[in-house]
């Protein structure tokens, strides 16, 4: 980067959770690096906490449901005033909304450079021809603006391609980071996790199945109660730990009371949002992923680092973080008989499952590490400054 001016960034994303948990370290990376670093999202819990750690961020309403021409509109417009204001050399978009819209309002706002990841893309093989077309046609007109797109999987890339959203050349592989030193687990000693089981209200027999996702029927959470009822069968002293915010608002949110109609309530803990995410994984014998969409799973690598066996859906995103029957099991989509069979599996097995752990932790640490994904922003960012002579 060119020493004599400090370039000028604006991440956009919908929310500040997205910032929080995803995007804070990159951030933090970029402004070591010497970038002047600001983001955009809807204003949330997290927003003050994020300001305090020194994170200039510009709140503007982005409402979650796919069509709000209103609310888009305003979004819009102020997204679009905002980065006139600024002048901003750079603005990278995060996830779908703010995809199209920061995108669109940066293009016409005359932003130099304008990057996007597609943290996966929001259609599937079985998806009806309207839904499907619907956001390929959305991904289509927001990659009109973009100068480079990253990818968090390479299945996304080449679906882009074979359905005409962009050419291979405005591509890069962005892959999935975490911080292989957060997530270790040699930093926790068979006394912690005890205490922590307690801490949680877990006996300290049971053993204890995972997943940390958002309360949203698309993360697989009813196949998975489905599952743990047949689970119970067999392995009573079992306890499902759920890490994850409710999400009332989203059409397919789902209430914790739901663990009733399945009868299993007494073997639930529902955690929400959590900032010590890598004590609970530490608590955690299998992590279980049953989704029905996923750009790459940052869960399933953070499980993985931790040495946990992972049980996910064989679907795009997930076969890149899983090497199936090596670092955990890919089940099937919507599968709960398969799922619980899994898990089954995997209690039965200790010793492979252990091995499975250990293969997952050296895959993280290989393909994984946050530094490879700040290494490639910070390459892309400065290819891109040269070129367009900012």
């Known amino acids: 980067m060119a020493a004599f001016k400090k370039i000028k960034i604006c991440y956009v994303t919908s929310v500040d959770v997205t910032i929080k948990f995803i995007l804070f370290n990159q951030i933090n990376f970029l402004k070591k690096e010497g970038y002047d670093v600001h983001a955009v999202c809807s204003s949330g819990k997290w927003v003050k906490g994020l300001r305090d750690d020194g994170i200039k961020i510009k709140t503007i309403r982005f409402r979650r449901k796919f069509f709000s021409p209103i609310s888009d509109l305003s979004a819009f417009v102020k997204l679009f005033f905002y980065f006139k204001k600024e002048k901003f050399d750079i603005v990278h978009t995060h996830t779908p909304k703010p995809s199209l819209i920061g995108q669109l309002a940066a293009k016409m706002a005359g932003v130099p450079i304008i990057v996007n990841t597609i943290h996966g893309l929001y259609f599937q093989k079985n998806d009806s021809w309207l839904k499907r077309n619907l956001f390929i046609l959305t991904e289509k007109i927001a990659a009109k603006c973009s100068d480079l797109i990253f990818f968090v999987n390479k299945e996304d890339m080449e679906t882009a391609v074979k ?35 307690a801490e949680l209200g877990i006996s300290k027999n049971h053993k204890v199945v995972g997943i940390t996702a958002r309360l949203v029927k698309e993360k697989g959470y009813l196949d998975l109660f489905s599952a743990f009822k047949k689970l119970l069968e067999n392995f009573p002293e079992t306890t499902l730990l759920v890490a994850g915010p409710e999400e009332p608002e989203k059409k397919d949110g789902i209430n914790p009371d739901i663990v009733k109609k399945y009868q299993i309530e007494k073997n639930v803990v529902f955690l929400g949002d959590r900032t010590d995410i890598d004590e609970i994984y530490a608590v955690m014998d299998i992590f279980v992923l049953p989704t029905y969409r996923e750009g790459l ?3 399933i690598i953070e499980a993985s680092a931790m040495e946990k066996p992972v049980v996910a859906t064989n679907i795009r995103g997930c076969i890149e973080a899983v090497d199936d029957g090596k670092t955990g099991i890919l089940a099937p989509l919507k599968n709960p008989d398969e799922l619980a069979k899994a898990i089954k599996f995997l209690f039965r097995n200790s010793e492979k499952a252990i091995e499975m752990g250990k293969m997952g932790r050296l895959k993280a640490v290989r393909e994984f590490d946050e530094r490879l994904v700040f290494d490639r922003i910070k390459k892309e960012y400065e290819r891109l400054i040269l070129e367009k002579n900012i």
Request: net charge positive; charged share 30%; glycine share 14%.
């Open 297 to 299: 799973g940052i869960s």
């Open 163 to 197: 359905e005409k959203i962009c050419s291979c050349d405005l591509e890069r592989y962005f892959g999935g980071g975490v911080s292989i030193e957060r997530f270790n687990p040699r930093r926790f000693s068979p006394g912690f996790v005890a205490k922590k089981k």
